[in-house]
């Protein structure tokens, strides 16, 4: 079954997943026998602390995600999966913001996927389509935003991926046109190293972007990734896994062409009992 996060979430995961340069700390639990799961999330990022607390609750394939954060906000999902067969719907909201919410309808499918949004800020509805039809080695799609108040289309994007054993590539078209980006990424030894280049360009200033990035997993437990790009931003990062689902990831960026500046330090410790 093809997602459409399998096209437009492709190579950068391994250019940006993980990188992070605040203090996180996040503890989960989940029992179960009652389907009850319990999040609890807290951030420093510069001087500013934040945090919030999660419950999650399970029952067959339906899921209700309620989040109260530092600022009582009250975030709230609920997805239902299987009303009507091959579909999940999704319905997300935020108290005291009365203003926001959004009504999301998946349809999976052997071999495409469509997904259909109405989003409602500022109490003006926006409409999203996304699409993606192909197999486990090759994927087309795109998905547009239209705003109804103003009569425009605000977003659309096209891209197509192919994808073996061993490598992935992927061209994608976005920001109206504006930025074109290709990807590609190859696995070695085993699926223990991986290897990735990416290559973006924004039309509306002739601003090209090269970035270069690799994984190793130095044992089972531990990994470490590293990215470049043209600008001269190198950053790396360690991540351990503690104990099953337990990780301390450690990560760090500086300016080469700039040593003088102060670098970038982040530490996320993430437990699951």
């Known amino acids: 079954m093809i997602k459409e996060v399998e096209l437009f979430k ?33 951030v420093k990022k510069g001087g500013l602390s934040t945090g919030d607390i999660a419950v999650q609750y399970k029952y067959k394939n339906h899921i209700i995600d309620v989040k109260v954060d530092t600022e009582s906000n009250i975030s709230s999902t609920l997805i239902f999966s299987e009303i009507v067969p091959f579909t999940k719907t999704i319905v997300t909201f935020k108290l005291p913001d009365y203003n926001s919410g959004k009504l999301e309808v998946q349809y999976f499918h052997e071999h495409a996927t469509i997904t259909s949004a109405v989003a409602r800020k500022n109490q003006s509805p926006t409409l999203d389509l996304t699409g ?3 197999n486990r080695t090759f994927a ?29 590539a992927s061209i994608i078209l976005a920001d109206k046109g504006d930025m074109l980006t290709a990807s590609y990424m190859h ?8 290897g990735v280049t990416e290559i973006s360009r924004r039309f ?21 990734k590293m990215r470049l790009n043209n600008y001269g931003k190198l950053g790396a990062l360690l991540q351990h896994e503690l104990k099953p689902k337990s990780t301390l990831t450690i990560s760090g960026e500086f300016d080469t062409k700039a040593l003088d500046k102060n670098p970038r330090f982040g530490l996320a410790l993430a437990l699951k009992p």
């Open 10 to 42: 492709f190579d950068p995961n391994l250019l940006t997943r993980d990188y992070s340069y605040d203090q996180k700390f996040t503890v989960s639990t989940y029992s179960g026998d009652v389907g009850v799961g319990l999040i609890s999330t807290a």
């Open 187 to 194: 696995h070695v030894n085993h699926l223990k190293s991986a």
């Open 132 to 134: 993606t039809i192909g």
């Open 204 to 224: 509306s200033t002739n601003e090209n972007t090269f970035t270069v990035g690799a994984s190793y997993a130095i044992d089972p437990m531990t990994v470490m």
């Open 140 to 168: 087309i799609g795109g998905e547009t935003s239209y705003d109804t108040s103003s009569g425009n289309f605000t977003k659309y994007t096209a891209g197509i991926g192919v994808t073996n054993a061993e490598s992935s």
